[in-house]
Nanobody, 114 residues
Framework: VQLQASGGGLVQPGGSLRLSCAAY????????WGWYRQAPGKQRELVAV???????NYADSVEGRFTISRDDAKRTVYLQMNSLKPEDTAVYYC?????????WGQGTLVTVSS
C-alpha cells in the first residue's frame, strides 16, 4: 500500500489549505485514516482521525479549525485547514490502517507565515 499526500504549501496566517492523501494498492478497505504533523524540533503529533463508522477526533489545538473527511470510493482522505496559524507550520503526514497494518504517506510541508 502506498499513500500519496499533496496540497501543502505556503499560506499567510488566517488562510486556508486543503491536504489530500490517496491510497494505492492493497485492495482492502481503509478502516482508520489519520493526519499527523511534525514541527521542527518536535515530536510527531496526531492532528485528526476518521474511522470507517463515521467518527472523527481532533487535537485540541485544531478543533474547530480543521476538518477531516474521506471518500472511501476514491480511497482518499482530506484535511481542510482554516484559520491557519504560524504554529500550524509542520510536515503533515497521512496514515491509514487497513488489514491491521498501518501505512504512512511521505509528508507534505505546510508553512504558515506572512
Amino acid at each position: 500500500v502506498q499513500l500519496q499526500a499533496s496540497g501543502g504549501g505556503l499560506v499567510q496566517p488566517g488562510g486556508s489549505l486543503r491536504l489530500s492523501c490517496a491510497a494505492y494498492g492493497g485492495g482492502l478497505s481503509i478502516n482508520v485514516w489519520g493526519w499527523y504533523r511534525q514541527a521542527p524540533g518536535k515530536q510527531r503529533e496526531l492532528v485528526a482521525v476518521s474511522g470507517s463508522g463515521g467518527w472523527t477526533n481532533y487535537a485540541d489545538s485544531v478543533e474547530g479549525r480543521f476538518t477531516i473527511s474521506r471518500d472511501d470510493a476514491k480511497r482518499t482522505v482530506y484535511l481542510q485547514m482554516n484559520s491557519l496559524k504560524p504554529e500550524d507550520t509542520a510536515v503533515y503526514y497521512c496514515n491509514a490502517e487497513l488489514g491491521f497494518q498501518f501505512y504512512w504517506g511521505q509528508g507534505t510541508l505546510v508553512t504558515v507565515s506572512s
